[in-house]
């Protein structure tokens, strides 16, 4: 069991990532996996983490991540935004919170009196409906703010279901407090109710000011600070002020920090560089704080809350869908708000067990506190963990997910994980028709474009890959098949059977295909072909599958031996060349490139995008500078081809790459010269895209300076 803080961070954090990233291949949201994880190491599962870390060495990041959710979702709340919702949102909270209040204290009442005996006698029964169904108002607000932030969600929807959310905070303390009134007057404490109401008033309105207060000392000191570092420290320090402040005064923290994001994003300034700056520093915090949400989370609450718990649970969720539905019918809200945002409400957390610490510590309440606790905990643990998979799908079906990529219409509607797996298999392996005119092989061809194929999917896109270099040298292309050396001779028969595909691809653009079988070890048999018949370019296809770096021996072995470009290709979905991107770093590789991305653009007419990468702290003046001589060169090697540049300063060169990398079809990139261990220490660009990018990429491997051949010019 973990006992010290540190290491608990740093298993909380591993895990919490871990497993969120399993979730995402299924299509759950981060926090299902981050909850899920504390789960799997809480007491409910594994016991690695213990109740001392959880509920006091690490309970300050709990607080550190509320206040940061509630101020994130107040950023939501902008009036100016709003606009026609205002009234979407006024009516849906009312109505879903009262109906949800409704429901839960009919059906609990319901269960006491005609299925389970809570022992409490009638009135016993109202007071145990009452506060059960005061607690079901609330939701949770840090889930759908992290599906919100996960998603990159905009639109009506979205900012309808966070206002509902901001403003349903406030009306659960309003209820609550209702609800522990009239428990009070049932109770035979009716000189407290008047109090009540007014501790009611005094918690939501102090709230409220001290939110609106620290809101305004943040805007007045932003005004006054210019570095991002300096705005962060200070906003951090006043928010977590506000929240301790209204701790120590038994207020609202929540209701507190919305305020604060409220009042600064509807400044006319409308400062929001503390947002951003947040946004930058949150993560970590909330991998913690929902991954210790799920070590609270105790399933053997499942078992104790019986009837009365599954009553909560399913009334509950009939009041927020069916409350959300007529509120937006009432006010006219477009179907898709009406439809859906019920189903987003259903997570409950934080609020909810506060509420439940209020009744146990409630000298007149404590005794039903034996009850609605396992009962509240019980709904948590269901709405927590299916709660937030409702509320990213509502966020999909309303079309308002920002960076969920269109579905790529080849996977003909797989999921996202079955589809990329398709996408490198063979049968999701195809090439794009060849439109283009037949090309004219040359009077005297010198040499060969060898290819080497190794598999049936494949062997098509390499002869018309070799086919195209070899019009560009001047050469025909060759298709050579290694065998082992111990196989059985091939008939002739066997032969025209084994290279039919690269046979028709070449006759379909124009050229003959020479043809060779070697029985010998891959990559000597390459490179012997390669040298007996002045081979001009090898072309190699990466392995089918999730491992392609599993050629590098074979590739290695041909790239150091043979005297001419190897071109290693690795194969995603459909094959093809109308939008060429080729990433670099020093202008060096250009030369390397030319001959290949020539080769290209001399058959066909594609649009080629060169993207330089340079280091993340470049300056103005060197992207400038790159720029300019990158545009020279392009507009003195290509004159007829549609060709454009692109500078990066790259904090990270693989995600530069990946991030424009879906634009185009195909990416071009040179190898790396490191072998061995060095290859093993230092990494390779080239093999990180191959492993990672959805595109086919082609890899250029080039001779040394004083072994290369001459290339012919055009």
């Known amino acids: 069991m973990i006992t010290q803080a540190t290491f608990g961070i740093a298993v909380l954090l591993a895990a919490g990532l871990g497993i969120a990233k399993l979730a995402q291949l299924i299509r759950l949201p981060s926090v299902t996996g981050f909850i899920l994880a504390g789960l799997l190491l809480g007491p409910s599962g594994l016991g690695m983490v213990s109740v001392d870390l959880a509920g006091q060495q690490l309970d300050h990041f709990t607080q550190i991540a509320l206040m940061l959710i509630a101020f994130g979702i107040g950023e939501h709340v902008e009036l100016r935004k709003l606009g026609g919702v205002a009234r979407d949102v006024a009516y849906i909270s009312v109505v879903q919170a009262l109906a949800a209040f409704i429901l839960v204290c009919l059906g609990t009442w319901g269960c006491t009196m005609l299925i389970a005996d809570s022992g409490m006698g009638s009135t016993g029964n109202i007071i145990l409906a009452l506060l059960l169904g005061a607690v079901a108002v609330a939701t949770a607000p840090a889930a759908l703010l992290h599906i919100v932030r996960e998603l990159d969600a905009r639109g009506p929807y979205t900012a309808t279901l966070l206002a509902v959310v901001a403003v349903d905070d406030g009306l659960a303390i309003m209820i609550f407090g209702m609800a522990v009134s009239a428990a009070h007057q049932l109770t035979g404490g009716g000189a407290g109710t008047l109090h009540a109401i007014f501790a009611v008033i005094w918690e939501i309105g102090a709230s409220i000011a001290i939110g609106v207060f620290t809101g305004f000392c943040i805007d007045f000191i932003l005004h006054k600070l210019h570095e991002r570092g300096e705005m962060l420290t200070a906003g951090l320090a006043l928010l977590l002020l506000c929240g301790e402040t209204t701790r120590l005064l038994h207020l609202s923290p929540l209701l507190a920090g919305m305020m604060a994001g409220f009042t600064i994003i509807n400044r006319a300034e409308r400062d929001v560089r503390l947002f951003r700056a947040l946004n930058a520093f949150e993560p970590p915090i909330y991998v913690i704080f929902f991954t210790l949400a799920g070590v609270h989370l105790d399933l053997s609450a499942l078992k104790l809350a019986g009837w009365i718990g599954l009553v909560y649970f399913v009334f509950r969720i009939l009041g927020k869908y069916f409350g959300s539905w007529l509120g937006g019918w009432m006010s006219g809200a477009a179907p898709v708000v009406r439809n859906y945002l019920g189903l987003a409400l259903l997570p409950q957390a934080g609020v909810a067990i506060g ?163 070697l029985y010998d070890n891959p990559a000597s048999g390459l490179v012997a072909a390669a040298e007996y018949n002045n081979a001009r370019a090898v072309v190699l296809g990466y392995p089918i599958g999730r491992n392609p770096l599993a050629l590098h021996k074979v590739l290695d072995g041909v790239a150091d031996n043979v005297l001419c470009p190897v071109v290693a290709v690795r194969f995603v979905g459909t094959m093809a060349w109308n939008r060429i991107l080729v990433p670099f770093l020093f202008s060096e590789e250009l030369d390397e490139l030319l001959p290949i991305v020539e080769a290209m653009t001399t058959s066909r007419h594609p649009a080629v995008t060169f993207q330089q990468l340079l280091p993340a702290d470049a300056s103005d003046d060197e992207q400038k500078t790159s720029e300019e001589e990158l545009q020279d060169w392009v507009d003195s090697t290509f004159f007829d081809v549609n060709a454009e540049v692109i500078i990066t300063r790259a904090e990270s060169r693989l995600e530069a790459i990946l991030k424009e990398a879906p634009a185009h079809d195909l990416l071009v990139m040179t190898a790396a010269r490191r072998r061995g261990i060095k290859r093993g220490l230092f990494g390779s660009l080239a093999d990180a895209v191959v492993n990672n990018c959805k595109n086919p990429v082609f890899v250029v491997y080039v001779p040394t300076k004083q072994n290369q051949q001459p290339v012919p010019l055009q």
């Open 355 to 517: 509420l439940v610490f209020m009744i146990s510590s409630d000298p007149r309440l404590a005794q039903w506190s034996t009850i609605i606790t396992p009962v509240v905990l019980a709904g948590v643990v269901l709405s927590e963990l299916g709660g937030p998979v409702l509320a990213r799908l509502t966020i999909e079906k309303a079309g308002e997910a920002g960076n969920s990529m269109p579905a790529r219409s080849e996977c003909e509607g797989r999921s996202p994980l079955a589809c990329e797996k398709w996408l490198r298999s063979p049968a999701g392996i195809k090439l794009s028709p060849w439109e283009d005119k037949k090309l004219h092989p040359a009077a005297n061809p010198q040499g060969v474009v060898v290819c080497g194929a190794y598999h049936f999917a494949t062997a098509r896109a390499l002869a018309r890959i070799a086919t195209v270099l070899a019009h560009y040298y001047h050469a025909l292309p060759m298709s050579v098949r290694v065998l082992k050396k111990n196989d059985v001779k091939l008939s002739k028969a066997e032969q025209d059977t084994l290279f039919l595909p690269e046979s028709d691809e070449a006759d379909q653009i124009g050229y003959p295909l020479k043809r060779e079988i």
